[in-house]
Every structure is written in C-alpha cells, then in structure tokens.
C-alpha cells in the first residue's frame, strides 16, 4: 500500500514545493521545469552526485522493494508495479529502462500532475505491458477489443482528449509515443528516430480498426478518415534513449495541457535527467511509501 507524506522536499536552494501543489495552474509548469533542466556537463554532474548520495542512503539498494499500486485512474484497472533494485541500477546506470519503471512514471504523472484536476478528463494512459507488436502479431483481434475496452471505460470522448499509448516494436525494440484523439479521429505519432507510423503497419491498422469499432459501438458517426500526424520533436544520439524519450513527451504534453498537439513542439534536445530525478527522488528519498524485503 502507498502512503502519502505530501511534505516539501529540502533542497540546496530551500524548499522545493510538494507537486501536488502546483495542480492549480495546469500548463504553467513546463516553463519552469524546462529552465531547470541541465545544459552542461558540471550541473548534471552536481545532480547526478546529489542523487547517489541519497541512493547510498536508501536501503533499496540492499534488497528492499518498493510496491505501487495504482488505482483505476491510471490505466482504466487497477494496476500495481513492484520497484526494486535492478529497475534503480537501469536508470542510474543508464540503461535501457524496463516497463516497470515507465509504469511507475506514468503513475507518478498522473498522482503528481492529473489527480483532483481537470486534466484527468483530457489525458488517459494505456499499459504498455498489453499492447505491443508481439502481442498484435499473435493475436490482433485480441489487441484490438483491448483498446476498445480501455477506450469505453474513460466515458463517452465526445469532447478533446488523448489516450497516451507508449508501444513497443517487440522483442525489447525501440518504442515510439501514440497520442489517439478518439474524438476529432486524429492520432499523433511521435518517434525520438527518422521515419513514421508506416515502420509498423500492424500497429496503425490494429489502433485505426479499435478508433472506428469503439465509435461504432458509441453510435457516433465517422465523418472524416482518421489522420496521421508525424509530430517533429528531439532525437536520440544513441541506441537505448527511446524510453526516456517517450516518458518525457508525454510529461510535457501534461504540463502544456495541450490536446492539439503542434507539429513541432519541441526545439532542443531532451535528456534522461529530468525523469531520473523524478522517479528516484519520489520513490526512494521522500518517507511515502511502505517497504517489504
């Protein structure tokens, strides 16, 4: 079980603001965090020492486990993740990161974030773990109704909203972010690699076919083809960076409540600090959760 301190985190600086906090002004909280987000060599290495101190700390790393369950707002059921040493060893060690960890950073956004506000009426997450290529190739029908289901628990989305579905080409392959507008039938590919949607032909067609059943079991006409859209954003330097990447787009989308996704949206790189910061200093230095060996 989890359990919430909601108390300020001491920093160098002073105090840092519970995120809960900051959930009145949706939008407003990108800017500052862009601006916090290391340029050079020197600040990440200040951070990175910042966070290994407090990793030596935690007894994480000597066998504790850190269980986080999420109720239904998340992914539409109720979900529960266990975070354990090798998940802290991916990020700090730079690795590809495991779904384990993207899971608890999409919890972390929607608790941090979503939770109590407007924005849990425009934003929805779909579990990474039931949608995929190896699973659209054994049995796409399957995959499909999985996503029809999802949709259908969220309510009627007449009105503007994105489903988030970070997807995974298979076999520990590269993973692309899909942003699916039910309403306006648009869906927004955004890809941290050269190239679009048609890499993975089975996935647009099992995302187009689940849109266009869950319309028709709503009743609602289709008046348009669905759209496409290849949204220009930063570019990964390296073969394991995907992960970060796509956590990372969907952080910013949130906190610039944007529905209508630009094509460009972003114009400077984005690197993996950010979210090790993030997970780290919310899953092993606040006293917010309960710890079993």
Not at 19 to 34: C, F, N, R
Not at 71 to 88: P, Q, R, T
Not at 187 to 200: A, E, I, M, T
Request: hydrophobic share 40%; aromatic share 10%; charged share 25%.
């Amino acid at each position: 079980m989890l359990k919430k301190a909601g108390k300020d985190i001491p920093t160098k600086s002073g105090t840092k603001t519970n995120p809960k906090s900051q959930k009145e002004v949706p939008g407003q909280m990108l800017d500052k965090a862009s601006k916090e987000i290391p340029t050079t060599s020197g600040i990440k290495s200040q951070i990175m020492m910042r966070l290994e101190k407090m990793v030596e700390e935690s007894d994480i790393m000597h066998g504790a486990i850190r269980s986080v369950d999420m109720d239904e707002g998340v992914f539409g059921i109720a979900h529960s993740e266990l975070i354990a040493k090798e998940d802290m060893q991916q990020l700090f060690e730079h690795e590809e990161l495991g779904i384990a960890v993207i899971h608890t950073y999409i919890w972390y956004m929607y608790d941090t974030l979503m939770r109590g506000t407007e924005l849990c009426n425009r934003f929805n997450f779909i579990a990474a773990s039931r949608i995929n290529t190896t699973f659209i190739t054994k049995n796409p029908t399957s995959v499909m109704n999985e996503l029809v289901d999802r949709f259908m628990v969220a309510g009627d989305n007449t009105t503007p909203s994105l489903y988030f579905l970070p997807f995974n080409s298979g076999n520990g392959g590269h993973w692309v972010l899909v942003a699916m507008d039910l309403s306006r039938l648009m869906v927004y590919y955004l890809d941290s690699l050269p190239g679009n949607w048609s890499k993975y032909p089975s996935m647009k067609k099992t995302v187009d076919a689940a849109i266009l059943k869950f319309r028709s079991k709503k009743n609602y006409r289709n008046r348009k083809d669905i759209t496409w859209v290849r949204v220009q954003c930063p570019q990964q330097n390296n073969s394991i960076d995907c992960r970060f990447f796509v956590s990372r787009f969907m952080r910013d989308i949130i906190a610039l409540n944007r529905i209508d996704i630009p094509k460009m949206v972003w114009n400077n790189n984005l690197g993996f600090i950010l979210i090790l910061s993030d997970i780290s200093s919310n899953l092993l230095l606040n006293h917010e959760y309960v710890l079993f060996s």
